[in-house]
């Protein structure tokens, strides 16, 4: 049975401290692993896709990197506006997305 | 582009009254996407069209639910007879193509009293 599991489901951190968000997968027939972030009442927004094991993405203060069985999301040096919730997917087969339940990240001033 | 347009941002209604939202897609987007999110958790998938056609439906898809994508545009998804468990956002997502990221409009939230 395909599975995504985030962790933590919540992450609590000071403005400046870095740290990294986990995804593990255990799917059949992996077509890409997705991140996205997800403000409260909004819809998710795309971050990075991911295609194979070894590569690495950036975008500001966020880098993703994928290895056969996880995902990182590594935040350095967060601000406060990058409070949200991160939600990672794993694109299988099937062509749909199966998200994980996500980490609820807090960046305190 | 503007993003994607869903419509209405929020729903209340009795149980076991119907109800109908709409997507608009980004423009030239292929792929439409509908998922369910409730609180705490990530989306689930539950249908998605290539132009008109409705490809794959989930197990979630109850036969109370349908969803259909005239002309290849915009899309419906209706909830017959809903039920308190139906409460959650349903999201809808585009894409150009299969091997394109999904982009996600900010859904419609359904509360049943």
């Known amino acids: 049975e395909d599975q995504v599991t985030q962790s933590p489901e919540a992450l609590r951190l000071q403005e400046g401290e870095s740290s990294s968000l986990n995804c593990s997968y255990t799917?059949?027939?992996?077509?890409?692993l997705f991140w996205y972030r997800q403000d409260p009442g909004k819809g998710p927004e795309f971050l990075f896709t991911?295609?194979?094991a070894g590569e690495e993405k950036e975008k500001e203060r966020l880098k993703a990197t994928l290895t056969k069985k996880e995902s990182f999301l590594h935040i350095t040096a967060p601000k406060p506006e990058d409070s949200a919730t991160y939600l990672c997917?794993?694109?299988?087969?099937?062509?749909?997305?199966?998200f994980g339940t996500g980490t609820r990240l807090t960046v305190i001033p | 582009d503007t993003g994607v347009s869903q419509d209405p941002r929020h729903k209340i209604t009795k149980r076991g009254q119907n109800v109908t939202f709409r997507c608009d897609p980004i423009?030239?987007?292929?792929?439409l996407y509908w998922y369910r999110q409730t609180l705490g958790q990530g989306p689930e998938f539950l249908t998605y069209?290539?132009?008109?056609?409705?490809?794959?439906k989930s197990r979630l898809l109850s036969d109370r639910f349908s969803a259909e994508r005239p002309k290849g545009s915009f899309s419906t998804l209706e909830i017959q007879r809903t039920e308190q468990g139906d409460s959650a956002m349903y999201l809808c997502?585009?894409?150009?193509?299969?091997?394109?990221?999904?982009?996600f409009g900010d859904g419609t939230r359904l509360s049943i009293l």
């Open positions: 997502a585009s894409s150009r193509d299969a091997n394109q990221p999904q982009h």
């Open positions: 799917v059949s027939g992996l077509r890409g």
């Open positions: 069209f290539q132009n008109e056609a409705q490809l794959e």
């Open positions: 997917a794993a694109k299988t087969g099937a062509n749909n997305l199966f």
């Open positions: 423009s030239e987007h292929n792929r």
């Open positions: 991911l295609y194979s």
